[in-house]
């Protein structure tokens, strides 16, 4: 199977373990991921606060150089905007004359867009993945963390269950964890707010982590790189600043697969994390 | 009784101008919102700002323009979609609020406590300058246009050790298509934004006598 890969700025930057561990998830499974040629930036929150012809203008430039094949995305937020894109200008015809005149030439809004979830877990399908697990992760309680711009607007997404998505939970279970039934899946983590104003995030970050933590979670899985980087970089600052223990680790869902898989830990980048993995690892057996 | 309230808020006008505005720009329809508050109730960032989502909306349906594009709110939201998400009158609460962004930022009314225009700004510089985010770059100088050097000082070492922040510079081909691409973007906006602003306001045109609905 192949798919144009949109890995998104943050995949060459802060997400990097993401990037790895979704090239090593997709060896495993025989997957293709080709990057497209020259893509740029989705204008992510920037641009639908600032122009909503740029926001769309931005994701179309892209998207009209996949030549209609299917496009994968990693990251929810460049998801979020590729999609929205599409959705504003395949019924919009005058919205879709307007963009190609900014962009320079036409797109229909058409190209499909499917994120790693939506490849690995409907595309690809549960029991093919079910037949690359080497080391089921054992009596691993994960609390599956979506965040908001995978399941929202689902008009727009069409993702999974907008309150109580499952796919990274069955994606998960297949891999021999326990995802937990928990409250937070598509709560807020702040997002870019990590860099306005970090006290948001804190706040925010801090309310994930305590239903976590209350629903048992051994560690967190997550699909997207600002809610990882919001929880991990950041757990130790709430933990100071609220009086909270949490040493959760904060995975993305592609590094436990790898594992699951049978991947080195260094083909997922698992010393990125801040919230060291190692001793969870080791306690459950996982990973050896 | 009264506590459990919304402050009263001044009527202007009902609907009309600044609705219509929104409506225009972003295709949120804000004169259906019936004032459930479900928006407030799933909000993360309400509790801790000046307006709640519903008290926003009922605030461009009473056509507050100067209350409205100075609000903290519109600059607190984290654009997270509950609201629109949940809404049942299917009000695009988050799409209204990038168009009041955008309008605020254009009347030069933006809240002063807030440093996410200058962020965006900054962002979206260096998409049309290198086509991708370079993160160091991207943070480097949002905190030399804020001023905030020292905050945050502990993040950058530890990212580098994790080999979270690279220190070469993406740059994708094509400056020239991308500063045209931004150029017509903005002029075909500015285009539209003059085609529903409306006429001046009231206060530089006096108002007709027959006029009775102002005060």
Redesign the interface.
């Known amino acids: 199977m192949t798919y144009t890969f949109f890995p998104g700025c943050s995949l060459d930057g802060a997400a990097k373990d993401y990037h790895r561990s979704t090239l090593a998830v997709a060896a495993k499974l025989g997957l293709e991921l080709p990057e497209l040629k020259d893509w740029i930036c989705c204008g992510s929150t920037a641009a639908h606060s600032t122009d909503p012809l740029l926001a769309d203008a931005l994701p179309a430039k892209s998207l009209s150089a996949a030549g209609g094949s299917t496009v994968a995305v990693a990251c929810a937020a460049c998801y979020s905007r590729l999609k929205t894109a599409n959705h504003h200008i395949a019924q919009d015809a005058a919205l879709r004359a307007r963009v190609a005149h900014v962009v320079g030439r036409d797109y229909d809004g058409r190209t499909p867009v499917l994120h790693l979830l939506e490849i690995l877990g409907r595309d690809i399908g549960l029991a093919r993945v079910a037949a690359a697990i080497r080391r089921p992760l054992a009596g691993l309680k994960v609390a599956c963390y979506y965040g908001c711009l995978l399941v929202r607007p689902p008009e727009v997404t069409n993702f999974d269950d907008p309150e109580n998505p499952t796919l990274m939970d069955q994606l998960l279970q297949t891999a021999g964890a326990e995802p937990l039934a928990w409250p937070h899946k598509t709560e807020c983590c702040g997002a870019s707010f990590s860099i306005t104003d970090s006290s948001v995030v804190l706040e925010l970050g801090k309310r994930i982590l305590d239903m976590a933590q209350a629903a048992g979670a051994d560690c967190i899985s997550t699909a997207c790189p600002l809610c990882q980087l919001n929880l991990d970089m950041r757990q130790k600052d709430m933990e100071r600043r609220f009086g909270r223990r949490y040493r959760l680790p904060v995975f993305y869902f592609t590094q436990l697969l790898g594992l699951a898989m049978g991947c080195r830990p260094d083909e997922l980048s698992l010393d990125s994390l801040v919230v060291g993995p190692g001793e969870l690892l080791a306690a459950k057996g996982i990973g050896r | 009784m009264t506590g459990l309230m919304a402050p009263p808020i001044e009527i202007e006008n009902i609907g009309g101008g600044l609705a219509d505005e929104v409506h225009e720009?972003?295709g949120a329809s804000p004169m259906r919102c019936y004032q459930c508050a479900k928006c407030s109730s799933g909000c993360?960032?309400a509790d801790?700002a000046d307006r709640k989502p519903h008290e926003l909306v009922r605030m461009v349906q009473t056509d507050q323009r100067q209350a409205v594009l100075t609000s903290r709110f519109i600059w607190?939201c984290?654009?997270?979609?509950?609201c629109?998400?949940r809404c049942p009158q299917q009000v695009?609460i988050?799409g209204m609020i990038?168009?009041l962004?955008?309008m605020s930022?254009r009347a030069a009314a933006a809240a002063p406590a807030?440093?996410?225009p200058v962020?965006?700004?900054i962002?979206?510089d260096a998409?049309r300058e290198r086509?991708?985010?370079?993160?160091?770059g991207?943070?480097l100088g949002?905190k030399l246009r804020t001023r905030r050097l020292f905050?945050?000082v502990d993040?950058a070492p530890?990212?580098l050790l994790?080999?979270?922040?690279?220190l070469s510079s993406?740059r994708?081909?094509?400056k020239d298509?991308?500063d045209?691409?931004?150029g017509?973007?903005?002029a075909?906006?500015l285009e539209?934004g003059a085609a529903t602003t409306p006429a001046p306001p009231a206060a530089t045109t006096p108002a007709p006598p027959a006029d009775g609905g102002s005060k």
């Open positions: 720009r972003s993360p960032v801790g607190a984290t654009s997270c979609h509950t629109t998400t695009d988050a990038d168009a962004r955008e930022r807030t440093a996410v962020f965006n700004e962002f979206l998409v086509g991708r985010i370079f993160e160091l991207l943070m949002f905050e945050d993040k530890m990212m994790k080999g979270k922040l690279p993406p994708v081909a094509g298509e991308r045209a691409l931004f017509r973007a903005a075909t906006t539209a």
